[in-house]
C-alpha cells in the first residue's frame, strides 16, 4: 500500500488565501510564489542588461556597449572584452564559419599563417583581396622590388632629368630623375611647370582660401621664397581683439590736450624771459644816464671853482 501524504492547511502570507501544502515550511501559495519569481527573474534581466562599459570598435569606429550580463560570462569563461561592434563581430565569426577559421596556407613557403582580423573585414565589407603569401614572404617581396627599381634607377636618382621654365617667376628649375620616376609610377603624364618655390606658394594660397571659405580669417602674412610662412590653423583666434583695446583716439586727445599745456607754459615762460631780456638795456642807459649826468655835474662844479 502506498503511505499517504499529510497535507497541512494554511493561510498565505501575501494574499491571506488558505492552501495545503506538505511542507510546513511554506507560508505561500502557489500564485504567490510564481509572482514572486517572476519579479526576481525580471529584476535579474534588468541587472544584466545594464551598460556595464562603452568602448569605440577598433575597425569601423562605432560605439557599442558592453552589458554586466556579457561581461559577466565573459569573465566567467575566460576571455578577453570585446574590441569590435556586434556588426563587425558578427561578420568576422561568418567568415571563420565560412573558411574554417583565419588560418591559410602561404603558397610560397607552404607555411600556415593567420590573417589579422582588420585585413578579414577589409575583405567582407570593402572587397579588399587578401594576401596569398604570409608576411616573411611579402617583405621578400617587397624588398626585392624596391632593389629591383633601385637596379633601373641607381644613383640616377638626382641627376637633371629636364630643365623649365616656371610659369610664374620665370626662374629655370630642373626635374631630376627620382621625380620623374615618381611622378610616372603615380599615374601622372604631365611634368611640373612651376619651380618649388612657386607651388609652395600656391600650395599656401589654397589652404588660405579653403580657411575663409570654411568661415577662419587667417592673419595676413608675406610669403617669400626664401622662409616661405603657412598661416596658424587657428589664425583668427590669435587676432587681438580691438574692441576690448583702450580707444587710441582719446589717448591722443589726451596727449595733445597735456603737449598744448606744455606749449602754453613754454610759451609764457619765453615771453617773459624775452621781456626781461628786453628790459635790461633800458635799465642800463638809465643807469649811464645817471653816470653821464653826474659826472657832468662834476665838470661843471669845477669849471665854476677854477673861475671863481
Known sequence: MSKRIKTIVKTCAKCHK??????DNITLCRECMNKDLKAEAAAELARQNTVAETRNCKYCGKEFTITVGEKEFLEEKGYSLPNYCPDCRKALKDYKREHGGLSHICKKCGNEFKYSVPMVLDFVFKQKPLYET???CHRKEREQEREHRKGHSGNRRNEVYATATCRDCGKEFVITVGEHDFLVNHGYENMPVRCRDCRHKRQVNALVTDMRRMGEEPVDTIITSDEPVIPHANAAEMVPDISAMPEQTDIATDNADTMTDVEADTTVAKSQDTEAVSNEPAEVNTLSGSF?????????NDTNTETA
Open 134 to 136: 604570409c608576411m616573411d
Open 18 to 23: 488558505p492552501f495545503s501544502t506538505a511542507d
Open 292 to 300: 653821464d649826468n653826474a659826472a657832468g655835474t662834476a665838470t661843471d
